[in-house]
């Protein structure tokens, strides 16, 4: 059964900064991976989505990348801004019946 | 566009009510799907429609309902609600099942005394 795991849970930073958010999924036969933002009290809204077939995927400050052999997928978010607080999901697209399985999110403070 | 559409935002139920969670999109997308959120955990399918007419179970059915009568709606509803469903909805939508981005609703925040 797939499993998709980040970490870690939350994570705080000074504005400014670059990080890497995880994902990691125990079974590399998967469709795509799509990672999404959350803000409180809203819906998702999607960010970046991977094909299987591809490494990485860039939109302005963000770069997700891809390893399926490895399992393992990161979020890279060059210099990152308060406005980039949110809870980030990563959801992996299954092979078999393209279902989304979903990571619990990695809760982001940037502080100004 | 709106989007995808969801009322009501809260609601408190007593056990043993029933009610319906409305979901609408105007993207004319034939996926659809109603997932819960519980602290902790990601999101987890309750049911999905490949199109009108269309239903089939998630990953935790058990409790709720479905029914696609037209493209654009796409209602949930909770027959006998339990403190178990005490959780956030949402509702979302993508031109297929497979390869498309799909779009959120802002949610519905149950609680179930």
């Known amino acids: 059964k797939q499993e998709v795991t980040q970490i870690p849970a939350a994570l705080s930073v000074p504005e400014g900064e670059n990080l890497v958010l995880n994902c990691s999924f125990t079974?590399?036969?998967?469709?795509?991976l799509q990672w999404f933002r959350q803000d409180p009290g809203k819906g998702l809204t999607s960010l970046l989505l991977?094909?299987?077939s591809q490494r990485e995927q860039t939109s302005g400050r963000l770069n997700a990348s891809l390893d399926k052999s490895s399992g393992r997928s990161t979020l890279y978010i060059a210099a990152s801004q308060p406005g980039d607080s949110a809870t980030y999901l990563c959801?992996?697209?299954?092979?078999?019946?393209?279902?989304?399985?979903w990571g619990a999110g990695t809760k982001l403070i940037i502080k100004p | 566009n709106a989007g995808v559409t969801q009322t009501p935002k809260f609601q408190v139920l007593k056990t043993g009510q029933s009610m319906t969670l409305q979901c609408a999109q105007d993207?004319?997308?034939?996926?659809m799907s109603w997932y819960r959120q519980d602290p902790g955990m990601g999101l987890r399918l309750i049911h999905y429609?490949?199109?009108?007419?269309?239903?089939d179970q998630g990953e935790v059915p058990n409790g709720y309902n479905v029914s696609r009568s037209t493209t654009e709606d796409f209602p949930l509803r909770l027959l006998s609600a339990a403190p178990s469903q005490t959780s956030v909805y949402f509702c979302?939508?993508?031109?297929?099942?497979?390869?498309?981005?799909?779009?959120f609703g802002p949610g519905t925040r149950l609680t179930v005394l």
């Open positions: 993207m004319n997308h034939e996926y």
């Open positions: 991977i094909q299987s």
């Open positions: 079974d590399s036969a998967i469709y795509n």
């Open positions: 979302a939508s993508s031109y297929s099942r497979s390869a498309d981005t799909q779009y």
């Open positions: 429609s490949v199109g009108a007419g269309i239903t």
């Open positions: 959801a992996v697209n299954e092979d078999s019946n393209y279902q989304l399985i």
